[in-house]
T-cell receptor, first 114, second 106 residues
Framework: DADVTQTPRNRITKTGKRIMLECSQTKGHDRMYWYRQDPGLGLRLIYY???????NKGEISDGYSVSRQAQAKFSLSLESAIPNQTALYFC?????????????FGEGSRLTVL | KNEVEQSPQNLTAQEGEFITINCSYS?????LHWLQQHPGGGIVSLFM???GKKKHGRLIATINIQEKHSSLHITASHPRDSAVYICAGTGNQFYFGTGTSLTVIP
């Protein structure tokens, strides 16, 4: 089983629908992240969480919200999806602090908004 | 300004060729990661380095701290090496390059 699991892996939805992408991890890491990947733009940070009570906006948080339900679970919601939110979304985890902290990624969730 | 810049954006090579992907980064980044993403797949970490050189099989990663530059080399390239390679830096957060799409032709 993957250490970082994302569901769903693929989702097609319509404009205006509410969508939740879920992420769970078995690595015991405190830090969790949501990124989106668009062709030519690389990975951009949406939200990150350093522990259950700590949620922080990333560079592109508008239109998204998150919930850290437990240390192991971090969900990303699109309250009212729009077509330019069509992208590949990645959840990632890392250990706390230090320059040598490594990122571990989920397998990605491909979202298409029609 | 991007904290991490990588080049080239796209690269096509014949099987067996030696490949180099370059990454330059800005002040404030203390460790450098090389990531690999296969088509339709997730992202895996190949190397994390803050000095010197690391080798794993046919892959070699080097970093020059003074010049703030890192390279990923692939020796004896193979079609299965075809993927997107992403350079990422660790500072206050993680900073990502836009990726190099590598295609190795048999």
């Amino acid at each position: 089983d993957a250490d970082v699991t994302q569901t769903p892996r693929n989702r097609i939805t319509k404009t205006g629908k509410r969508i939740m992408l879920e992420c769970s991890q078995t690595k015991g890491h405190d830090r969790m992240y949501w990124y989106r990947q668009d062709p030519g733009l690389g990975l951009r940070l949406i939200y990150y969480s350093f522990d259950v009570k700590d949620i922080n906006k990333g560079e592109i948080s508008d239109g998204y919200s998150v919930s850290r339900q437990a240390q192991a679970k971090f969900s990303l919601s699109l309250e009212s999806a729009i077509p330019n939110q069509t992208a590949l979304y990645f959840c990632a985890t890392s250990v706390t602090g230090g320059a040598g902290r490594e990122l571990f990624f989920g397998e990605g969730s491909r979202l298409t908004v029609l | 300004k991007n904290e991490v810049e990588q080049s080239p954006q796209n690269l096509t090579a014949q099987e067996g060729e030696f490949i180099t992907i370059n990454c330059s980064y800005s002040v404030g980044i203390s460790a450098l990661h090389w990531l690999q993403q296969h088509p339709g797949g997730g992202i895996v970490s190949l190397f994390m380095l803050s000095s010197g050189k690391k080798k794993h099989g046919r892959l070699i990663a080097t970093i020059n701290i003074q010049e703030k530059h890192s390279s990923l080399h692939i020796t004896a390239s193979h079609p299965r090496d075809s993927a997107v390679y992403i350079c990422a830096g660790t500072g206050n957060q993680f900073y990502f390059g836009t990726g190099t799409s590598l295609t190795v032709i048999p």
